[in-house]
Structures are given as structure tokens and as C-alpha cells.
């Protein structure tokens, strides 16, 4: 399985950014629920936003909730973040992962068993 996160890079506080993670080795990709993971400097990696093998049920940390938007293509086997409003403590690397259970709704984070190599995105205040 690999997976390509891209799109980090700096923005300013306040704006809007994508996410997307491109997805191979996984058959199919539409059988897996996909997270986004993300790690501050000196902290454990969490998990931020998951989405369900067939997209019908996403979930977000209170960090992030009503601001990221965690969304699939199946046809093209990408995922992808949405991030509004972004903060400045919402600088971290960010990971895509895959969960290793099919059909599965992505909330258990230890059921993570694919992660790609992560993007950083540093929002300047």
C-alpha cells in the first residue's frame, strides 16, 4: 500500500487550504475507511478526521470540527482534507492513512495499518 499526501505549504491564518492523498496497493480503495492524522512538534500523532469506507460516515476532532471537511473519490482513489479558517496552532505534518479493516468506519486509531509520508502546513498568525 502506498499513499501520497500532498498539498502542504504555508498559508496565512485564516485562509483555506487542500489536502489530498493519493492512494495505490489498495484493493479496492473503496473498501477501506481513510484518515488524516496530524502531528505537532513534540507530540503524538492524532487522529483529526476519518471517513468511512463508503463516505456515508465522517468524524472529526473538536479541534478541527465545523472547520475541516474530510472527503473521498473512489473512482480516483484520493482523499482528501479541507481545511477552512485555518489556525495558527493547526501547523503540524499531516498524514493520510488507511485503515486495515474493510468496511470499516476509520474511528479506531489503532486499526491504522498504512500511512503516507506526511505534508507540513505552517499557518503564520
Known amino acids: 500500500v502506498q499513499l501520497q499526501a500532498s498539498g502542504g505549504g504555508l498559508v496565512q491564518a485564516g485562509d483555506s487550504h487542500r489536502l489530498s492523498c493519493a492512494a495505490s496497493?489498495?484493493?479496492?480503495?473503496?473498501?477501506?475507511?481513510m484518515g488524516w492524522f496530524r502531528q505537532h512538534p513534540g507530540q503524538e500523532r492524532e487522529l483529526i478526521a476519518s471517513?468511512?469506507?463508503?463516505?456515508?460516515?465522517?468524524n472529526y476532532a473538536n479541534s478541527v470540527k465545523g472547520r475541516f471537511t474530510v472527503s473521498r473519490d473512489n473512482a480516483k482513489n484520493t482523499l482528501y482534507l479541507q481545511m477552512n479558517n485555518l489556525k495558527p496552532e493547526d501547523t503540524a505534518v499531516y498524514y493520510c492513512?488507511?485503515?486495515?479493516?474493510?468496511?470499516?468506519?476509520?474511528?479506531?486509531?489503532?486499526?491504522?495499518?498504512?500511512w503516507g509520508q506526511g505534508t507540513q502546513v505552517t499557518v503564520s498568525s
Open positions: 471517513i468511512s469506507w463508503n463516505g456515508g460516515k465522517t
Open positions: 496497493g489498495l484493493t479496492p480503495f473503496s473498501n477501506y475507511a
Open positions: 492513512a488507511a485503515d486495515s479493516v474493510r468496511y470499516g468506519l476509520g474511528m479506531i486509531e489503532k486499526n491504522y495499518g498504512s
